[in-house]
């Protein structure tokens, strides 16, 4: 999938004479303009790079007989693993979900196949300086630049066509301070063992080595999440509850600024982007090479997995709910969390006892360092005693309490198994104790037009750790709303590829989805990591009063845009028409 680079160059060079079309400065350059590089250009950037510069075909152009890379054998490997978040993660330019990519080129020999979803030139960045060398390429001619780690994107930030794209999956591996860490340029030491991680170290990697120390990070919940998009967002973890955000458990960071500067961030110098790219979103400020962060003894968990359901046809399926989720502050409080899903008039539910289309919640929670089930049971009989004497006989609870003796083994059972290889939105709100008490009414009506579509999770992610929370140098920028709010929830939005009636509707039930939530938390926001691309008032649904701040930062550290990615900070003076990056103000 990788051709030769001299074969590259002499395709970039043949783009670059045969078309003439110039634009205008304000755009970035793409092929064909004359300001894009020569092929002499790219090839010393391969040198500057020790030969880590590709071009990477689109993974599905295997499955097309027009393609120069098509392969039979290759097409059933590729569809096979289509739907891996790994197989993704794994590519030089693939992305999980197919929409960020504008479908250009699935692995479907129906569908057409152009490049033009995907970046033209890739840096296989192994150490910072490889970052460098990409950045200070794109910067100096003023080519789109994307960060892509994963691929495990919502927003579609990791992928951009004529872009020239710094992948830094590679940069792996794991440094132990066994007793203490001393921040560069401090002169205190932090007691306990900490982390240094690769950015691209993938959480599936970071909770095995952590637990060869007998030891638990902060981290999210799917195997492909890597740490460098997730902690610059936030990061939630059924951990947080007790612990807090990712972002929280961050001593230092690593990075590569638009400048091209190799920077160290911690609370004695750079002190404004420490705040700022914790929190402040990924693909903004520069790009993250390590993490420093607290590690934990490892919890025993003790895992509840249950659904509640009744006929999706009973008329109080989802005022039983609403009670439910009233109760959720509560369960938080004395200890649980976890990932509960509202379901809708969804088909019969695996291991509910209905023979009709069913209504209700299921999921799995989880109970730090409980010592039985019954710490867990005896939490949820007068919610369930209520339900009974309120409806009675009109549901059916079903419980599976599993113990677990470390995070890292019920994390091995418990991973988020959502597939990967289809076209998705989402949408979400961070609710406080307000929005899921204040109205039971008013939740049931919100609840109605929020899971329409059949189901939305309603994540217990939060609570005192959260709030109570001090991280080193003096805050984070994640939203604020963070700081009160119980739960995260969330709805997908899949839709047909290739179908524009299809995505219309999918944005259409995510901006219905993600309005009902608007009027039940008006004064709440939304996780940037996990949210609708097109919120209404994106700056402050994501960072609140933080907005100026960071805004300000961004234009302090990136005056010339050299990163640019929607709806991201100091995004608003651009805007992607077709496949290219115009300036539309100063």
């Known amino acids: 999938m990788i051709e030769k680079l001299h074969t590259i160059l002499l395709w970039t060079a043949l783009i670059h004479g045969c078309q003439t079309a110039t634009q205008a400065s304000s755009c970035k350059s793409i092929p064909g303009d004359a300001t894009w590089p020569s092929a002499t250009a790219w090839r010393l950037l391969n040198e500057t790079v020790d030969g880590r510069l590709l071009i990477a075909s689109p993974p599905g152009s295997v499955c097309h007989t027009d393609q120069t ?83 495990h994107d919502y ?26 860490f001393t921040p560069k340029g401090c002169h205190f030491s932090i007691g306990g063992l900490a982390m240094t991680a690769g950015a691209g170290t993938q959480m599936i990697d970071a909770y095995r080595l952590a637990a060869e120390m007998n030891r638990t990070v902060v ?31 961050i001593l230092e960071m690593e990075m590569v600024a638009p400048s091209g500067d190799v920077l160290t961030l911690n609370e004695c110098q750079n002190a404004d982007l420490f705040w700022a790219m914790r929190g402040g979103g990924g693909s903004t400020f520069g790009v993250l090479t390590s993490v420093t962060m607290k590690t934990y003894e490892s919890p025993r968990v003790m895992n509840m997995q249950f659904s509640l359901t009744t006929s999706a046809e009973n008329d109080h399926a989802l005022d039983a709910v609403a009670y439910v989720l009233g109760q959720f502050p509560g369960l938080v409080d004395s200890g649980i969390s976890g990932y509960p899903v509202v379901v809708n008039s969804v088909p019969i539910w695996p291991g509910s ?84 008490t204040a109205n039971a009414t008013a939740t049931r009506w919100a609840l109605e037009r929020f899971a329409a579509g059949g189901q939305a999770t309603v994540l217990l992610v939060s609570g005192k750790g959260v709030f109570d929370a001090r991280p080193r140098g003096g805050g984070t920028s994640v939203s604020p709303a963070w700081r009160r709010a119980y739960a995260h929830a969330a709805i997908s939005a899949p839709f047909l590829p290739l179908n524009e009636t299809a995505q219309r509707e999918a944005i259409e039930r995510v901006n219905s989805a993600t309005e009902a939530l608007r009027e039940l938390a008006p004064d709440s926001g939304a996780y940037i990591n996990e949210a609708n691309p097109w919120e209404p008032d994106w700056q402050r649904t994501f960072w609140g009063d933080n907005y100026p701040r960071l805004l300000q930062i961004k234009r302090a550290v990136d005056p010339e845009d050299v990163f640019w990615c929607t709806p991201c900070v100091g995004s608003e003076g651009w805007e992607e028409r077709e496949n290219r990056l115009c300036r539309v103000r100063a």
């Not at 929409?99 to 890739?122: E, I, K, M």
């Open 155 to 180: 927003l579609g930030r990791s992928t951009a066509p004529n872009s020239l794209s710094i992948w830094v999956h590679h940069m792996r591996g794991v440094a132990w301070h066994p007793t203490s």
């Open 353 to 436: 006892n209905q023979t009709v289309p069913v209504s209700g919640m299921t999921g799995k929670l989880a109970m730090l360092d409980a010592t039985s089930p019954e710490n867990m049971t005896q939490l949820f009989a007068p919610i369930l005693a209520y339900l009974h004497e309120t409806w009675p006989g009109e549901y059916s609870f079903l419980a599976d309490i599993t113990s677990y003796p470390t995070f890292y083994a019920w994390y091995l059972e418990n991973y988020d198994p959502t597939p990967a290889g289809y076209d998705n939105l989402l949408g979400s709100r961070l609710l406080d104790r307000r929005a899921l």
């Open 69 to 151: 890379t098509y392969d039979d054998d290759r097409c059933r490997a590729v569809q096979s693993a289509w739907s891996s978040e790994f197989f993704h993660a794994d590519d030089p330019v693939s992305v999980e979900w197919n929409n960020w990519t504008n479908d250009s080129c699935l692995p479907d020999s129906r569908a057409h196949c152009t490049a033009n979803g995907y970046p033209t030139f890739v840096v296989n960045a192994t150490t910072p300086l490889h970052v460098k060398a990409g950045i200070d390429f794109a910067r100096r001619h003023s080519i789109r630049l994307v960060v892509k780690n994963s691929g």
């Open 219 to 249: 981290g999210g919940n799917g195997r492909s999440v890597a740490l460098g998009g997730y902690v610059t967002g936030g990061g939630h973890s059924i951990l947080s509850p007790r612990h807090g955000l990712a972002v929280d458990q």
